[in-house]
């Protein structure tokens, strides 16, 4: 399909869906949840078409909360799109201010129902590993904290860091537990060089 065309239309299914409300699912819904979760869109690779699936997509995910209308695999490959999207926050204030609104858009909707959640159930469901990488590690949940960390500009907006902090702590009191590898993501920013030197020793940064 024409880029051009396809971005039109995943620009006007987007500002359809967000004007849906949660509780409400119109007839064609289903269709074009469906229609979203193609490798065509989620495989995309074009940019624009990239964000704009991914907008769609955490609208479908509101719509239909807190059961998500895809299968474990399909919704491990929607994350893997979501997730990266999130890289867009690094953005801000740039000559690609559109990426950051997007992915703004993106954090916010997760940071407000929570649909990320979903990758505790895909992790715990993939724990004797034989799922693929990452099998028993909370290795969803990781790639996002990892995306998260990686992606915030050096001035994080007060409310960006409020809704990552949020989106953060609503999955790791989900969890339950936490995994070694989980738990060093959430520790390396903690272990961050200053003037050269740790801010904290390891032993320091666990115990805190």
């Keep these: 399909k024409n880029r051009r065309e ?76 979501i997730t990266g999207r999130l890289q867009g926050l690094s953005e801000f204030n740039t000559a690609n201010q ?14 407000l129902y929570n649909s990320h959640l979903v ?15 990452g099998g028993g590690a909370q290795a969803g949940v990781n790639r996002l904290f990892q995306q998260l960390f990686t992606s915030l500009p050096a001035a994080v907006p007060t409310k960006v860091e409020k809704m ?17 590898e989980l738990l060093d993501t959430v520790l390396s920013p903690l272990l961050a060089t200053v003037d050269g030197r740790s801010a904290l020793s390891e032993e320091e940064a666990r115990a805190y």
């Design 6 to 81: 396809l971005v039109a239309r995943l620009d006007e299914t987007h500002a359809a869906l967000k004007d849906v409300p949660q509780d409400e699912r119109p007839g064609d819904i289903a269709a074009v949840a469906a229609t979203l979760a193609r490798d065509t869109y989620l495989k995309h690779a074009e940019k624009d078409v990239k964000y704009l699936t991914a907008c769609c997509l955490v609208d479908v995910l509101r719509i239909y909360a807190p059961e998500a209308p895809y299968s474990n695999d399909k919704l491990a490959d929607i994350f893997t799109l």
């Design 98 to 111: 559109l990426c950051y609104d997007r992915a703004f858009y993106i954090l916010e909707s997760l940071s």
């Design 164 to 180: 990552v902090l949020k989106v953060m702590s609503s999955a790791i009191d989900a969890c339950g537990y936490i995994s070694p």
């Design 119 to 133: 990758l505790i159930d895909l992790d715990e469901g993939d724990a004797d590993g034989t799922g693929g990488e």
